[in-house]
């Protein structure tokens, strides 16, 4: 399935959707801080779509800064195991589409128009 990367997004022209592609962390990769926040920071979601997957990320990370690790030093046993799960759960966002257009006509009257906002305000995301 080819796309098109639109607002750094993969766009399918053919269905009109926008969906995600990620490259799954190695199986044997060693998880520092620094590694850990590299492989995250690859994830570019500039229209929010992932903000739910994403702000779990986030949380993990303030949980490696408030243990004391260091930048080289590789994660205990708890982080590593939340790290790899994450990961794990990332080639699963290719599931995910997002119809492009909300509209199916110009010709169709519309009954309702939502917001559905997601925010980051709570104690843990």
Wanted: net charge negative; aromatic share 12%.
């Amino acid at each position: 399935m080819y796309g098109t990367k639109t607002l750094g997004v993969l766009w399918l022209a053919e269905q009109d959707v926008f969906t995600f592609r990620f490259k799954a962390a190695e199986t044997d990769v060693v998880f520092t801080k620094r590694t850990f926040l590299q492989k995250v920071a690859k994830v570019f979601d500039p229209l929010g779509f992932l903000a739910p997957y994403v702000v779990r990320a986030k949380v993990l990370l303030q949980k490696v800064w408030a243990s004391g690790t260091e930048w080289d030093e590789q994660l205990n046993t708890e982080l590593h195991e939340q790290a790899c799960h994450w990961f794990a759960e990332l080639s699963t966002v290719a599931q995910i589409y997002v119809l492009r257009c909300l509209r199916l006509s110009a010709a169709e009257e519309l009954e309702s128009i939502e917001l559905h906002v997601f925010g980051d305000a709570s104690a843990d995301a």
